[in-house]
Structures are given as structure tokens and as C-alpha cells.
């Protein structure tokens, strides 16, 4: 047990270690930083003293471990556009786009679960079939386009719900619905899949040669086995929320992170935009990590082993 | 009195496939039944039958199926699971994959008292301790908390026949219980059973391919072929005058001390059990018997060769190899 985290934790390491890397090498590969720092009307001269000042004439890889020491610190520099430290705006953006990414996964839960056992336990009825249709429709839909519909009609046309803004709890239901569709068909399918995998199991077999009820049947011993890769896939799938909620953030104006690497990559803010996928890249590290650990927790295989 | 177990012409079917065709046998209170027969004859099949267990798309039918006097062929999933791991109880026959993974051997042992018996957790885990004792598991103080793949085989499937046993069923039905098992062991499950039976008159049946095992504790025996009962007889009489050609040939594969020379070559069935396409007549071995002649393709009599002994064939009760020759 305490091998295999040491490992994973390594290899977590080393992940992170190269999307720094690559975050670095991506803003140095996208053109002469000064001359796009200095601007179009700027003069030779200008651009020079801004490389001084930045310390852009240095030898590249000074460079790269001069911002790599920084950036381990969190320190990512200074906004070009916000005249903030990066750090600082991230630091007061981060939580919007956190509870949103949390609204979403909980929904997508609440949905998905039940839905994906009873999918399983009626299966290729007509309620699977349906249950799966929606799935795929839910896939198939675009966010903007699905936050826009629940815009007209959740916020104007039944005046439920705030359209958009960040303010009190009920500011996320929306964009956390449009949120959650992104997970719900993948968790769904994986609840039903491994539920259907679990029913014909001889464990449940025995289970029902022991006059089990049926939902200790379906909970206890068919959910609690089918639910280990679901809460694993869960976790990453929250990763993937966090970055797809820049398109969200955007429709329902929400300043969360996602919304400040939209504005910022409109004003070529390359410590800001940088810094964003840098944070995004490392939480999704973090919640990769954290579906190892889960996944080792629930299973008694991987626990004890 | 009625029989604790009364099964006549069980058939059960997948899709268009016939698994079992024909079984009937009866498990008195305090007696063991062998059902015995080679690997696809049906035998796991009619255990799943009887427990209202089969998989999805198996179809059970029955002339009459009773288990203590009360019909049991129309019962409905919740009735049934009252029944199941109280008063009838079954043992499966794969202990490798027939524990939930996920969870603790304690668990799945005390959580069968406290459905039936709504027993409190202290007195489920002093049973299930208890019970893993006579099963022949040390410390099981220490197996109650530990996860299934943290056992051996063997000890799995004790931990699945303490798990049958907890509720001290009136039936238990047992498909190759002590498969797993050293024979020192299995010895010791033998025992146990019949010290329920002597106890609680606890009635078995047990479906093994082990003719030693019958011979030691069978009161009586019902041989399966190709999804038939084709003969039952009490086990002294079925292995001193079997009636079948396919219950002789099955027991001249065994040898049997004083009985068999030293040096002579054991008997073998030649061919493999056949398929059996819908709609067939006639009897299913005839392809494989030596002693096969037209009859065997019209419908076969149920021959009587003792008060308690019947045979699904054509040969004449008491027949020898030289007459039916």
C-alpha cells in the first residue's frame, strides 16, 4: 500500500514537473516575449530596456530555472493588464470556479448514480434504452449553447434563478446543471456497466442464497463494488469540470478562473494565462492523485495488499 | 408425512436450450441425497433451480416442487428470500468468486442472522465465530475482519458453508462442498453435517462427482445424466445391484477396495454427454450404452427394481450383462 502511493506520488511529481516545463517552453515558443510585452508602437529601444527589466537577455535556461524556483513558491509574477500579483488573482478566483466545480460534481452524482443502477438493474428494457438516450443527447450537447437555453427559461421566462453574476448559493445551480452534463453520461455509463457486471457476479449469486433484501443486494454488495472506479472516475472527471468551466464562467459571467483566462488570454497576459493553466494543470494532477488514493480506500485488494 | 423436499420432473431451460429435462428426488428431513452425475449433466443447474437462483433467462417448470409441505413453484422473489438462508440454505460450488470482494468475511457472515433473525451484531459475530470454529478455521476471531482475498480457497469455501449453516437451515443444498477442501478437512465438513443432521435433523442435498463421498454418507442416490434422473435408488442398493447401464459404467470407473483387482485396467464410459436437441425422444445415454437396441428410441418406462429403487430404462428390472446380451 505504502509503495504503490510512493509511487504514484512520483509519478505525480514528475507529471507536474513537465507541465511546467511545457507552460514555460509555450510562451517562449509563442514569439519574443519583449516585443509583444512592449507593443506595437514601441521603438528598438524600447523593447531592450523591457528586456533588461524582465530579464528576458538572459541565457534561456537561467531563465527557466529562475521562474521555475519562483513558480514552486507560487510566485507566477505580475499581471501585465490587472497590475496584480498573479498569484493574487488566482488566489481570489480560485474559490468561484472550486464551489462551482463542486456544484457540478455533486448534481452530476445525484443524477448519474441512481440513474446508472437502475439502467443496470433493468437492462435493455425500455428504461435503459431511455436512460441511455438521454445520456447520449446529454454528451452530445454543447454547454454554451445548453447555459443559454436554461438562461431563458429557468431565468427569464419562470424568473427561478439569477442568469448571471456570482452572489449567494443560488448563483451556481444553473451554471452547476449545465456544469454537471459534461459527467453525468460518462458516470452514468460506468455506474451501469459496472453495476451490470456486478449483478451477474457468483458474490450476488450468493447474496441471494442467503435471502438478502433487495436493496442490501443492490447497495451493499452490488453498488459497493460497481462504486470503485465510479468515485475514481468521479474525481477526474471533476479535473475536466474545472477546465471546461471557461466556457461556463463565460456564458454566465462568473468571475471564477476559468473567466480570467478567457480575459486574459483576449489581452495576451501571458503571466496570467500561464499561471491559469499552470493551477488548472497541477489541481488535475492533484484529483488524479486523489482518485489513486480513493480507489486504494475502497478496495480491500489494493488496501491490504 | 410429507417429504422436507419434493421435486417431480423439474425442467428448466435457457432460450431454447434444455438443461434439465427431467429430475425428480425427495429430501426427507435428517437425510442425505446424493445427486451425482459427469461435469453439464445438470446438476448445478437443478440446485439453482430448487433455490429459485438461476440466471437471467432460465425458465423452471415442475410438475410439483415443495419444500416442507408447501409449494414453492409460484412463490415470488420476496417469499423466496425469507425461505433462502433460513430455512433452506445452498453452498455454491465456486468459493474462489462467491464472496463480495469489498467486504469483510464478519460482514457477509453476520449480516444473513440479522436479516432472518434480526439477531443484534454482538450475537451474529458470536455465531459467526462460533460456526468458523466447527468449520475448522483457527483464530477466527482474526478471519472475521479480514477481506476475502486474504483467504485460501480452501478456507473460503469453510467461511461459505458457516455462512450456510448460520441460520441452522432445515435443507441444505451443497454442490461440491468439499471440492476445495484436503481430505482431512473435508473429513471434518463431512462430520459437522452429520452432527447437524443428528441434531437438528438437517436435510441434505449434496451434489458431488466424489462416489466416495456418497458411498460414506449417501442415505440415497439419484444419478443425472444429460439433464435426467436416470435412476435412484437407497445408496447400499445402488451400488450393490445399479440398475442403469450408465450407473454401472460410472461405478466400474471407481475403484473399490476388495473388489477391484490389482492390475485390472478401471472401466471408462466411452464418448462424452451429448448434446441434447430440442424435442428429443428416447434415451439420452443410447448412443454411449452397450446395450442399446430400438427401444431406447421411443419413450423410456420408469421401471421400478426395488420398493425404493427406479430406473429411467428399457432393461428388464434385475437384468445382467449376459441377458441383455
Not at chain 1, 481570489?92 to 441512481?114: E, K
Request: aromatic share 6%.
Amino acid at each position: 500500500m505504502l509503495k504503490f502511493l510512493l509511487r504514484r506520488l512520483i509519478v505525480a511529481i514528475l507529471v507536474a514537473l513537465t507541465v511546467l516545463t511545457l507552460s514555460f517552453a509555450l510562451t517562449r515558443l509563442s514569439g519574443d516575449l519583449a516585443i509583444s510585452i512592449a507593443g506595437p508602437n514601441a521603438t528598438q529601444q524600447d523593447v531592450e530596456i523591457i528586456r533588461q527589466a524582465y530579464g528576458l537577455n538572459r541565457p534561456l535556461t537561467t531563465q527557466y530555472f529562475d521562474w521555475l524556483v519562483r513558480a514552486v513558491q507560487g510566485d507566477f509574477g505580475e499581471s501585465y493588464f490587472f497590475r496584480d500579483r498573479v498569484a493574487n488573482l488566482i488566489g481570489s478566483r480560485l474559490p468561484i470556479t472550486m464551489t462551482l466545480g463542486l456544484v457540478g460534481l455533486l448534481i452530476a452524482l445525484v443524477v448519474a448514480l441512481p440513474l446508472g443502477i437502475i439502467a443496470a438493474v433493468r437492462e435493455n428494457s425500455w428504461v435503459d434504452r431511455t436512460v441511455m438516450m438521454v445520456a447520449l443527447i446529454g454528451q452530445a450537447m454543447p454547454s454554451f449553447w445548453l447555459g443559454l437555453i436554461l438562461m431563458v427559461w429557468l431565468g427569464l421566462n419562470l424568473d427561478l434563478l439569477p442568469i448571471s453574476g456570482t452572489g449567494g448559493p443560488e448563483y451556481y445551480v444553473m451554471p452547476g446543471i449545465v456544469l454537471s452534463f459534461s459527467a453525468i453520461p460518462s458516470l452514468m455509463r460506468l455506474t451501469r456497466s459496472g453495476m451490470i457486471e456486478a449483478l451477474s457476479s457468483d458474490y450476488i449469486r450468493t447474496a441471494r442464497a442467503k435471502g438478502l433484501s433487495r436493496l442490501s443486494i443492490l447497495v451493499k454488495h452490488a453498488f459497493r463494488n460497481a462504486a470503485i472506479p465510479v468515485v475514481a472516475i468521479a474525481a477526474v472527471q471533476l479535473g475536466f469540470m474545472l477546465g471546461g468551466s471557461i466556457v461556463i464562467e463565460s456564458v454566465f459571467a462568473m468571475h471564477g478562473v476559468g473567466y480570467l483566462a478567457w480575459e486574459s488570454i483576449g489581452k495576451n497576459d501571458f503571466p496570467v494565462v500561464q499561471a491559469v493553466v499552470l493551477v488548472l494543470a497541477l489541481i488535475y494532477i492533484a484529483l488524479t492523485l486523489l482518485a489513486d488514493l480513493l480507489n486504494a480506500v475502497l478496495d480491500p485488494r489494493l488496501r491490504t495488499a | 408425512m410429507s417429504a422436507l423436499l419434493d421435486v417431480r420432473n423439474l425442467r428448466v431451460t435457457f432460450g431454447g436450450t434444455a438443461a434439465v429435462r427431467g429430475a425428480s428426488l425427495t429430501v426427507e428431513k435428517g437425510e442425505t441425497h446424493c445427486l451425482v452425475g459427469e461435469s453439464g449433466c445438470g446438476k448445478s443447474v437443478t440446485a439453482l433451480a430448487l433455490m429459485g437462483l438461476l440466471a437471467r433467462g432460465g425458465k423452471r417448470e415442475a410438475d410439483a416442487l415443495s419444500f416442507a409441505g408447501q409449494d414453492i413453484r409460484n412463490l415470488g422473489e420476496r417469499d423466496m428470500s425469507r425461505l433462502r438462508g433460513d430455512r433452506m440454505a445452498m453452498i455454491v460450488q465456486e468459493p474462489m468468486t462467491s464472496l463480495n470482494p469489498a467486504d469483510t468475511v464478519g460482514s457477509q457472515l453476520t449480516e444473513v442472522l440479522r436479516r432472518h433473525r434480526g439477531a443484534s451484531r454482538a450475537q451474529a459475530v458470536d455465531r459467526a465465530a462460533e460456526l468458523l470454529g466447527r468449520v475448522g478455521i483457527t483464530a477466527p476471531g482474526l478471519r472475521l475482519g479480514q477481506y476475502p482475498h486474504q483467504l485460501s480457497g480452501g478456507l473460503r469455501q469453510r467461511v461459505m458453508i458457516a455462512m450456510a449453516l448460520m441460520c441452522d437451515p432445515e435443507l441444505l443444498i451443497a454442490d461440491e462442498p468439499t471440492t476445495a477442501l484436503d481430505v482431512t478437512v473435508q473429513a471434518q465438513i463431512l462430520r459437522l453435517l452429520a452432527e447437524l443432521q443428528a441434531e437438528f435433523g438437517l436435510g441434505i442435498l449434496l451434489i458431488t462427482h466424489d462416489l466416495g463421498v456418497v458411498a460414506r454418507i449417501a442415505d440415497r442416490v439419484s444419478v443425472m445424466y444429460a439433464g435426467e434422473v436416470v435412476e435412484s435408488a437407497p445408496t447400499a442398493e445402488l451400488f450393490a445391484a445399479p440398475q442403469h447401464p450408465y450407473t454401472r459404467g460410472l461405478l466400474t470407473c471407481v475403484p473399490v477396495p476388495g473388489k477391484v483387482k490389482r492390475g485390472e485396467p478401471l472401466g471408462s464410459i466411452p464418448g462424452v454427454v451429448p448434446r441434447i436437441p430440442p424435442g428429443f425422444v428416447g434415451c439420452s445415454f443410447r448412443d454411449r450404452c452397450a446395450y442399446a437396441h430400438a427401444a431406447c428410441k421411443h419413450d423410456i418406462p420408469r421401471q421400478h427394481a426395488g420398493p425404493d429403487h427406479e430406473a429411467l430404462c428399457t432393461l428388464p428390472p434385475g437384468w445382467t450383462d449376459r441377458a441383455a446380451a
